[in-house]
């Protein structure tokens, strides 16, 4: 059984500036939950500090188990998560890299053992990266990559799923590839996902239930077509929209300024 | 361990003997190379041979040769691998052994002894406490100014300390200007101090250099960053500190009994990198293989090149060292654009 995320009254400050206040999500085990919000408002310090990556206020349970009280190997089997920019030293392998996802496994000084390679294999195989196991990170492309990241964050086997921005830098195919194989994955493996999206129209096709995040704060959450309004839209992202897909799944359109 | 990693350790393993060889073999006293051959079997258990050396000539070749090139390869040894480890913690290739203040706090505390005391057995004792008591500031400093993470305080810490570190003893050394000579020739390095500084490092090195090794998978999983590995479930900051402290400690280790020999932590897991490959499985064994043949080489050169006098040893390794630096630098900024 997949396990429920949930997080209550997080809060964080940098620097002395507060940049995510009183926000509270859950994730029902095995859904899809959304955070969307203009730049600045919060999203990735909310995953970070969700991992425990960032010092916070508030707390985040996995299955009614605190995350603060795992230590970090424990942390790692229960929840994977892939930053917006991750680091790819060009010289590493696909398979060197996905196998890292393994790391919550060995011992500090131990090292990979046959079960370690055997899942990554497989992880790389579902992945149709089987054949670049042996390719520099360095030789990708953007779609390539993106397949590498989640192969590492599944390689991990954790039930959770923790993405900040999975379709950065893709083309259109490419962006609806990676959606398309993130869905497929999480519905026959039953994972738990909470990501981040830039774009609205793709957040509300995708994922079950969405949060809007403006300023820090949790300023709207529920279905897509809850969230996704002309009027919630304009005012927090301050942009001319039209709604149309109806109240399902929603599609944001921009529309021009009249001359 | 994979095949090729193998093979890459057994030619580094092979390049350290052979440069040992010529080490012992080649020297200013000219002792006849089948002599010395016979002589070293000779000391093997159940073994009994004549060498035909002169009893002279086997105390050249027992008290100087044979515990200097065992010095050096030390030395350098300890010097490359602490070099490696400090750049998989950085993140960056051109951090060196004396980054954090090692070089900066032994070389001061070094002029204090030299002034007060004058050259005497005090000086490994005091360049090995300077070397810690150095990086101990730097740590303490840069753990103070964030919140311990984040190594780029720690970096500026290190360059805030040395350069203090340096402006006292610049400023000791202009009081005793008599004593110059003597500072810069224990700066410049030298590692002809005999069996009893072998003898007084050996568990330093060792520990420190089994400590390193054991750390490079985990060295591995920090090159995608210390929030990334964390994420992954690495105690990042665990890591880094046992890396650092078994670092500081291989490079105070090598300082006590050698001085400042500059470039060999740079310069030996750099060309490593680019022979193995990126992984500190390899990248440290055979730094630590790769530093030792290389200091040998140096010091054969130092002792050989203007015999009978010597070259300090330092100048040898910044000679090739200081050129391939450039280099180096000239390859990663074409990579970063």
């Given at each position: 059984m997949t396990p429920e995320l949930t997080?209550?009254?997080?809060?964080?400050?940098?620097?002395?500036?507060?940049?995510?206040?009183?926000?509270?999500?859950?994730?029902?085990?095995?859904?899809?939950?959304?955070?969307?919000?203009?730049?600045?408002?919060?999203k990735s310090t909310l995953l970070k500090a969700m991992l425990g990556l960032l010092p916070h206020t508030g707390e985040v349970l996995v299955g009614g188990r605190s995350v603060r009280r795992l230590r970090p190997r424990e942390r790692a089997r229960l929840i994977a998560y892939a930053p917006q920019a991750p680091s790819l030293p060009t010289d590493m392998t696909v398979g060197e890299y996905a196998l890292l996802g393994r790391t919550p496994y060995i011992a500090y000084l131990g090292r990979e053992s046959r079960t370690d390679r055997e899942v990554t294999g497989s992880v790389l195989a579902r992945l149709d990266l089987d054949g670049f196991a042996d390719r520099p990170l360095g030789h990708l492309s953007g779609g390539e990559r993106q397949r590498v990241v989640l192969a590492r964050a599944l390689a991990q086997q954790a039930p959770i799923l923790i993405l900040d921005e999975p379709t950065t830098a893709l083309d259109l195919g490419h962006q609806q590839q990676a959606l398309d194989l993130l869905d497929r994955l999480r519905l026959t493996d039953g994972l738990t996902v909470l990501t981040t999206l830039h774009d609205l129209s793709l957040a509300g096709q995708y994922a079950d239930s969405l949060l809007l995040l403006a300023d820090g704060r949790a300023v709207a959450a529920g279905t897509p077509g809850q969230v996704l309004t002309e009027e919630l839209i304009t005012r927090h992202f301050g942009a001319r929209v039209r709604v149309s897909g109806g109240p399902g799944r929603p599609v944001v359109h921009l529309t021009r300024a009249s001359p | 361990m994979n095949w090729p990693r193998l093979g890459a350790l057994a030619a580094g393993f092979a390049l350290l003997i052979a440069c040992m060889a010529a080490g012992i073999l080649v020297g200013a006293a000219g002792l006849d190379p089948k002599g010395v051959l016979l002589a070293l079997l000779d000391r093997l258990p159940f073994v009994s041979v004549d060498s035909g050396l002169a009893v002279v000539e086997e105390g050249v070749l027992f008290q100087l040769r044979v515990p200097r090139v065992l010095l050096a390869a030390l030395v350098g040894g300890l010097l490359a691998v602490a070099g490696a480890g400090y750049q998989g913690v950085f993140r960056n290739p051109l951090a060196d052994p004396y980054l954090l203040g090692a070089g900066a706090g032994a070389g001061l505390t070094v002029t204090l002894v030299i002034v007060a005391v004058g050259d005497t057995v005090a000086v490994p004792v005091a360049a090995f406490a300077g070397a810690v008591g150095g990086v101990f500031l730097a740590y303490a400093l840069g753990s103070a100014a964030g919140r311990g993470s984040g190594t780029a305080n720690l970096v500026l810490a290190g360059v805030a300390v040395s350069s203090f570190l340096a402006a006292i003893q610049t400023f000791v050394q202009q009081l005793k200007v008599d004593q110059l000579a003597r500072v810069y020739s224990w700066i410049l390095g030298d590692v002809g101090g005999g069996w009893p500084q072998l003898a007084m490092v050996a568990p330093y090195a060792a520990v420190s250099a089994v400590a390193l090794l054991a750390h490079g998978r985990l060295l591995d999983v920090l090159s995608v960053g210390e929030?990334?590995?964390?994420?992954?479930?690495?105690?990042?900051?665990?890591?880094?500190?046992?890396?650092?402290?078994?670092?500081?400690?291989?490079?105070?280790?090598?300082?006590?009994?050698?001085?400042?020999?500059?470039?060999?932590?740079?310069?030996?897991?750099?060309?490593?990198?680019?022979?193995?490959?990126?992984?500190?499985?390899?990248?440290?064994?055979?730094?630590?293989?790769?530093?030792?043949?290389?200091?040998?080489?140096?010091?054969?050169?130092?002792?050989?090149?203007?015999?009978?006098?010597?070259?300090?040893?330092?100048?040898?390794?910044?000679?090739?060292?200081?050129?391939?630096?450039?280099?180096?630098?000239?390859?990663?900024?074409?990579?970063?654009?």
């Open positions: 997080a209550r009254g997080l809060g964080v400050r940098l620097d002395g500036r507060t940049v995510l206040a009183e926000v509270g999500l859950t994730v029902p085990g095995g859904s899809w939950l959304g955070i969307v919000g203009p730049n600045g408002a919060g | 929030e990334e590995a964390s994420g992954l479930g690495l105690p990042a900051a665990r890591v880094r500190f046992a890396v650092l402290l078994a670092a500081s400690l291989a490079t105070a280790s090598a300082v006590a009994v050698s001085g400042l020999i500059a470039f060999v932590g740079i310069v030996v897991p750099h060309v490593v990198r680019r022979l193995a490959g990126w992984s500190y499985r390899i990248v440290l064994p055979l730094s630590l293989l790769g530093g030792a043949a290389f200091l040998v080489l140096a010091d054969l050169v130092a002792r050989t090149v203007l015999a009978p006098a010597e070259l300090p040893i330092g100048v040898v390794t910044a000679f090739v060292g200081a050129p391939f630096f450039v280099t180096v630098l000239r390859m990663t900024r074409r990579v970063d654009t």
